[in-house]
C-alpha cells in the first residue's frame, strides 16, 4: 500500500478510530486509504496542532514480529532521509494493540490517480515527475537503502506541484542480504527480474521499476500485461520492454534510450543507481527540443487502468521460478549479451529516419549541395548559420570532459562555479549557462557549476540540553530534528536531551535527521493505592510526583466499599516518570440482588435456591434444631436486597 498522505479521503465505511486521540496526541480526522498491511489517516497533532498523516499497522498483524520490524524499520530508515522529496517521517510509537507512524501530510494525489485520469503524458511532463523521483531515490542510495516497491501509487504530486516519494515500508540497507526462500515481496508490474528470480535486490531495482514507470507515463500502459501475475512475471524475466516510440510513433529516440537503459534485464547494464539514472535523464533531456518535450500523446492511449496487480503482494517462489532465456545463435557466437543495449551501456544503432544505410554524405555537406543547387553561396549559408552553434551536453560530465565537449563544439570554457550537490557525484557538472542545446555563437563561453558532493556538516553537542533548544541547535546546524525517543536517566533532567543519533561530532551529510532519545527523569515506584478512598489515594499519588485521573467508569465490587480504589493503571510495583499519570477505577459498592424467600422450606432446597440467587448460606440450628429440616427464619427477609456474594443464615427448628 502507498503512504497515500493525501486528501483523496475514504468515508465509505465507518471506522472505529475515526475520532478517537491515539497515544493521548494525535486526533484522527478521517481515513485516507487502505491497505493490506496498514490504514492512513489524516490527523492533527494537539501538542503542535498540525495536520499530518498517521500510518496505523493493522491490529492483526501487530502480533506479528517481522511486521513490526519492518514498519519501525521504515520510521527509522526515512528519518535518516531529509530530503525534499521524500515524505518525512516525525514519530513512531504505540498504542495498545496499535502500531503507528506520524508522517508529512501532502494534499494532492498520486501519480496513478493522474494516469487514470489523463493515460500519457507528454514528455515533459513525464520527466518533470521522474527527476524529483530520482532524486529522492538517489538520497535513499547514497544513504545506503533500496525502496524496493516502487510505482505510481508511491509518488505524490502534491496540489502545489511538489514531487515526493513515499512508502519505505519495504526499504532495506543496500549492505543487506534480502534474498528469501519462498516468496518475493513487491509489486508485480514493477519487479526486476533479479527480483523475481532469487528476491536480491540492490538500487537497481529501484532504477529498473522507475524505467517501467518512465514508459507508463509516456505510454499511457503498463509495458507487460497478462492473466494472471504468473504471465507477468515470466515476461520480466524473458521480454524486453518495448521502446515507447512502438507505441507511441515519432516519441523521441532519446525517450526510448532511457526506457531501454533503465529496464535492461540485466541488471549489470543499467544504470548503478538512481544518481546514475538521473543524470542520465537529465543528460538525453538536453538533447530534445521544445517540440519533442512538447509533443501531445494520443488521447486514445488513456485507459482504465485495472489495480489488480499495483498492490504490494507476496508472490509464491513457485511463480517466479527462471526458464532459460532463448538465445540466438548468430549472438551467443558473436559474444552479443542476451539484453538488448542503449545508448547508456554501448552505442545503439542510429535511429531509422535520421539516415539511410549506406550514405556517407555528413549533415553540413547535404545542406551545402542544396543551397548550391538553389543558386545561393556556401558563404551566404555560413554568415546566415554557420557562425552559431549549439552548446553540447555538460550534465554528469567532468570538467575535463567538457572542455574536450566544448573544444569540439568551437566553444569556450567560460567561469567555473563550485555548489554542494546531494544527487550529482563530487567532480560532475550540475548546470551550465547557456545550457544545453541552447545556439550561441562560435568561440563563445560557456559557464558551468561542478559539484562539490554533499554538504557535511557535524552534529553539535546536545546532551543535557532542553528538547526545544537542542531542535534549535539542529536546524541552526543545517540539520532536522529526528524522532524523539524518552527514558528514564538518574543523571539528567526530564526534558533534556541525554543522547542523540549519529552522536555529536559525526560528519552527517547537511540536512540528515537526527534522532534524540530525552530523559523522563528518575523512576519512581508506583505506590499502591488500591482500597484507599480517592481523596487519600490523589494524595499519596501527589506526593510521589504522579498526576491522577479518574475513570469515567465505577466498577461494582464485594471487597471494595462504594468510593474506593478498585484497580489503578500502571499496577503498583512499576516505574513511572515524574508527571506521568495513574488512572484510578472507583468501586460502586456491591451489586445488590434481591434475597429469596426461603422460610419453611427444607435445609437443602433453601441452600439451593440462596446460593443459586449468589448468596452463600450459614445454618444456625441451635439446641432445638439439631434434628431437625425445616427453615424457620432468615437473617435477611425474603423480598428485600442484599450484596451479592454476602452470606444469609437461616434458622433451623
Same mark, same amino acid.
Given at each position: 500500500?502507498?503512504?497515500?498522505?493525501?486528501?483523496?479521503?475514504?468515508?465509505?465505511?465507518?471506522?472505529?478510530?475515526?475520532?478517537?486521540?491515539?497515544?493521548?496526541?494525535?486526533?484522527?480526522?478521517?481515513?485516507?486509504?487502505?491497505?493490506?498491511?496498514?490504514?492512513?489517516?489524516?490527523?492533527?497533532?494537539?501538542?503542535?496542532? $498540525?495536520?499530518?498523516?498517521?500510518?496505523?499497522?493493522? !491490529?492483526?498483524?501487530?502480533?506479528?514480529?517481522?511486521?513490526? &520490524?519492518?514498519?519501525?524499520?521504515?520510521?527509522?530508515?526515512?528519518?535518516?532521509?531529509?530530503?525534499?522529496?521524500?515524505?518525512?517521517?516525525?514519530?513512531?510509537?504505540?498504542?495498545?494493540?496499535?502500531?503507528?507512524?506520524?508522517?508529512?501530510?501532502?494534499?494532492?494525489?498520486?501519480?496513478?490517480?493522474?494516469?487514470?485520469?489523463?493515460?500519457?503524458?507528454?514528455?515533459?511532463?513525464?520527466?518533470?515527475?521522474?527527476?524529483?523521483?530520482?532524486?529522492?531515490?538517489? +538520497?535513499?542510495? $547514497?544513504?545506503?537503502?533500496?525502496?524496493?516497491?516502487?510505482?505510481?501509487?508511491?509518488?505524490?504530486?502534491?496540489?502545489?506541484?511538489?514531487?515526493?516519494?513515499?512508502?519505505?515500508?519495504?526499504?532495506? %540497507?543496500?549492505?543487506?542480504?534480502?534474498?528469501?526462500?519462498?516468496?518475493?515481496?513487491?509489486?508485480?508490474?514493477?519487479?526486476?527480474?533479479?527480483?523475481?528470480?532469487?528476491?536480491?535486490?540492490?538500487?537497481?531495482?529501484?532504477?529498473?521499476?522507475?524505467?517501467?514507470?518512465?514508459?507508463?507515463?509516456?505510454?499511457?500502459?503498463?509495458?507487460?500485461?497478462?492473466?494472471?501475475?504468473?504471465?507477468? @512475471?515470466?515476461?520480466?524475466?524473458?521480454?524486453?520492454? #518495448?521502446?515507447?516510440?512502438?507505441?507511441?510513433?515519432?516519441?523521441?529516440?532519446?525517450?526510448?534510450?532511457?526506457?531501454?537503459?533503465?529496464?535492461?534485464?540485466?541488471?549489470?547494464? $543499467?544504470?548503478?543507481?538512481?544518481?546514475? @539514472?538521473?543524470?542520465?535523464?537529465?543528460?538525453? $533531456?538536453?538533447?530534445?527540443?521544445?517540440?519533442?518535450?512538447?509533443?501531445? !500523446?494520443?488521447?486514445?492511449? %488513456?485507459?482504465?487502468?485495472?489495480?489488480?496487480?499495483?498492490?504490494?503482494?507476496?508472490?509464491?517462489?513457485?511463480?517466479?521460478? #527462471?526458464?532459460?532465456? #532463448?538465445?540466438?545463435?548468430?549472438?551467443?557466437?558473436?559474444?552479443?549479451?542476451?539484453?538488448?543495449?542503449?545508448?547508456?551501456?554501448?552505442?545503439?544503432?542510429?535511429?531509422?529516419?535520421?539516415?539511410?544505410?549506406?550514405?556517407?554524405?555528413?549533415?553540413?555537406?547535404?545542406?551545402? %549541395?542544396?543551397?548550391?543547387?538553389?543558386?545561393?553561396?556556401?558563404?551566404?549559408?555560413?554568415?546566415?548559420?554557420?557562425?552559431?552553434?549549439?552548446?553540447?551536453?555538460?550534465?554528469?560530465?567532468?570538467?575535463?570532459?567538457?572542455?574536450?565537449?566544448?573544444?569540439?563544439?568551437?566553444?569556450?570554457?567560460?567561469?567555473?562555479?563550485?555548489?554542494?550537490?546531494?544527487?550529482?557525484?563530487?567532480?560532475?557538472?550540475?548546470?551550465? &549557462?547557456? &545550457?544545453?542545446?541552447?545556439?550561441?555563437?562560435?568561440?563563445?563561453?560557456?559557464?558551468?557549476?561542478?559539484?562539490?558532493?554533499? &554538504?557535511?556538516?557535524?552534529?553539535?553537542?546536545?546532551?543535557?540540553?532542553?528538547?526545544?533548544?537542542?531542535?534549535?541547535?539542529?536546524?541552526?546546524?543545517?540539520?532536522?530534528?529526528?524522532?524523539?525517543?524518552?527514558?528514564?536517566?538518574?543523571?539528567?533532567?526530564?526534558?533534556?536531551?541525554?543522547?542523540?543519533?549519529? +552522536?555529536?561530532?559525526?560528519?552527517?551529510?547537511?540536512?540528515?535527521?537526527?534522532?534524540?532519545?530525552?530523559?523522563?527523569?528518575?523512576?519512581?515506584?508506583?505506590?499502591?493505592?488500591?482500597?484507599?478512598?480517592?481523596?487519600?489515594?490523589?494524595?499519596?499519588?501527589?506526593?510521589?510526583?504522579?498526576?491522577?485521573?479518574?475513570?469515567?467508569?465505577?466498577?461494582?465490587?464485594?471487597?471494595?466499599?462504594?468510593?474506593?480504589?478498585?484497580?489503578?493503571?500502571?499496577?503498583?510495583?512499576?516505574?513511572?516518570?515524574?508527571?506521568?499519570?495513574?488512572?484510578?477505577?472507583?468501586?460502586?459498592?456491591?451489586?445488590?440482588?434481591?434475597?429469596?424467600?426461603?422460610?419453611?422450606?427444607?435445609?437443602?432446597?433453601?441452600?439451593? %435456591?440462596?446460593?443459586?440467587?449468589?448468596?452463600?448460606?450459614?445454618?444456625?440450628?441451635?439446641? @432445638?434444631?439439631?434434628?431437625?429440616?425445616?427453615?424457620?427464619?432468615?437473617?435477611?427477609?425474603?423480598?428485600?436486597?442484599?450484596?451479592?456474594?454476602?452470606?444469609?443464615?437461616?434458622?433451623?427448628?
Amino acid at each position: 500500500m502507498s503512504a497515500r498522505t493525501l486528501a483523496c479521503v475514504d468515508t465509505t465505511l465507518q471506522d472505529p478510530l475515526v475520532g478517537q486521540v491515539l497515544d493521548g496526541r494525535y486526533r484522527i480526522d478521517a481515513r485516507i486509504a487502505v491497505g493490506g498491511m496498514a490504514t492512513v489517516y489524516r490527523a492533527v497533532d494537539t501538542r503542535l496542532d $498540525r495536520v499530518l498523516a498517521l500510518k496505523v499497522m493493522h !491490529p492483526a498483524l501487530a502480533v506479528d514480529a517481522s511486521f513490526v &520490524e519492518r514498519f519501525i524499520r521504515e520510521a527509522k530508515s526515512v528519518a535518516r532521509l531529509a530530503h525534499p522529496n521524500v515524505v518525512q517521517v516525525f514519530d513512531q510509537g504505540t498504542d495498545g494493540s496499535y502500531v503507528y507512524l506520524a508522517m508529512e501530510y501532502v494534499a494532492g494525489c498520486t501519480l496513478r490517480d493522474v494516469l487514470r485520469e489523463r493515460g500519457a503524458l507528454q514528455p515533459r511532463a513525464a520527466l518533470d515527475i521522474l527527476e524529483p523521483v530520482l532524486a529522492a531515490l538517489g +538520497a535513499a542510495h $547514497r544513504a545506503g537503502f533500496v525502496h524496493r516497491d516502487m510505482k505510481p501509487e508511491n509518488v505524490l504530486i502534491g496540489d502545489d506541484g511538489r514531487v515526493k516519494v513515499a512508502d519505505f515500508g519495504l526499504v532495506r %540497507a543496500v549492505n543487506t542480504v534480502t534474498n528469501t526462500t519462498g516468496t518475493v515481496l513487491g509489486t508485480v508490474s514493477y519487479l526486476a527480474p533479479e527480483q523475481i528470480e532469487d528476491g536480491t535486490a540492490d538500487p537497481r531495482v529501484d532504477v529498473y521499476a522507475c524505467g517501467v514507470m518512465l514508459y507508463e507515463m509516456l505510454t499511457g500502459d503498463k509495458p507487460h500485461d497478462g492473466d494472471s501475475p504468473a504471465v507477468i @512475471l515470466y515476461k520480466h524475466l524473458h521480454e524486453d520492454v #518495448p521502446p515507447p516510440s512502438a507505441v507511441v510513433p515519432g516519441m523521441a529516440y532519446e525517450l526510448d534510450e532511457m526506457v531501454a537503459s533503465a529496464t535492461a534485464r540485466t541488471p549489470q547494464i $543499467r544504470p548503478h543507481d538512481a544518481v546514475a @539514472l538521473l543524470a542520465q535523464v537529465r543528460d538525453g $533531456r538536453g538533447r530534445l527540443s521544445e517540440e519533442q518535450l512538447d509533443a501531445v !500523446p494520443p488521447q486514445a492511449l %488513456a485507459v482504465d487502468h485495472d489495480n489488480g496487480d499495483d498492490r504490494t503482494t507476496v508472490i509464491p517462489r513457485a511463480l517466479t521460478t #527462471p526458464r532459460p532465456l #532463448p538465445v540466438n545463435e548468430d549472438d551467443e557466437a558473436s559474444g552479443a549479451g542476451l539484453d538488448r543495449t542503449s545508448r547508456f551501456a554501448s552505442p545503439p544503432p542510429p535511429p531509422p529516419s535520421r539516415r539511410r544505410p549506406g550514405s556517407r554524405r555528413g549533415p553540413a555537406a547535404i545542406v551545402v %549541395a542544396v543551397l548550391l543547387v538553389l543558386g545561393i553561396g556556401a558563404g551566404v549559408w555560413y554568415i546566415n548559420s554557420g557562425q552559431f552553434t549549439e552548446v553540447p551536453p555538460l550534465l554528469a560530465k567532468t570538467q575535463e570532459q567538457a572542455e574536450d565537449r566544448l573544444q569540439d563544439a568551437g566553444l569556450e570554457l567560460g567561469k567555473v562555479e563550485h555548489a554542494y550537490s546531494d544527487t550529482v557525484e563530487r567532480g560532475q557538472i550540475i548546470s551550465s &549557462e547557456p &545550457e544545453a542545446g541552447e545556439r550561441i555563437r562560435g568561440n563563445d563561453s560557456v559557464s558551468i557549476t561542478v559539484s562539490d558532493g554533499p &554538504e557535511t556538516v557535524r552534529v553539535p553537542a546536545l546532551a543535557g540540553q532542553k528538547l526545544d533548544r537542542a531542535r534549535a541547535r539542529l536546524k541552526e546546524g543545517g540539520l532536522e530534528p529526528g524522532m524523539v525517543t524518552r527514558e528514564f536517566s538518574e543523571d539528567v533532567p526530564r526534558g533534556s536531551v541525554v543522547s542523540a543519533r549519529p +552522536a555529536d561530532g559525526t560528519k552527517v551529510r547537511s540536512g540528515t535527521a537526527v534522532a534524540l532519545v530525552v530523559s523522563k527523569g528518575s523512576p519512581i515506584d508506583i505506590p499502591d493505592v488500591t482500597g484507599s478512598d480517592e481523596a487519600d489515594a490523589r494524595s499519596e499519588l501527589a506526593e510521589a510526583g504522579l498526576r491522577v485521573k479518574i475513570a469515567t467508569e465505577r466498577v461494582n465490587s464485594s471487597e471494595y466499599d462504594k468510593g474506593q480504589v478498585v484497580r489503578q493503571t500502571p499496577a503498583s510495583g512499576g516505574t513511572a516518570a515524574e508527571g506521568d499519570t495513574v488512572t484510578l477505577t472507583l468501586s460502586k459498592g456491591p451489586e445488590m440482588i434481591e434475597v429469596p424467600d426461603v422460610v419453611g422450606d427444607s435445609v437443602d432446597d433453601a441452600t439451593r %435456591a440462596l446460593e443459586g440467587a449468589g448468596f452463600q448460606v450459614d445454618e444456625d440450628r441451635g439446641l @432445638l434444631g439439631l434434628f431437625g429440616d425445616e427453615v424457620k427464619s432468615q437473617s435477611v427477609d425474603g423480598g428485600a436486597t442484599a450484596p451479592k456474594g454476602s452470606t444469609i443464615t437461616i434458622k433451623i427448628r
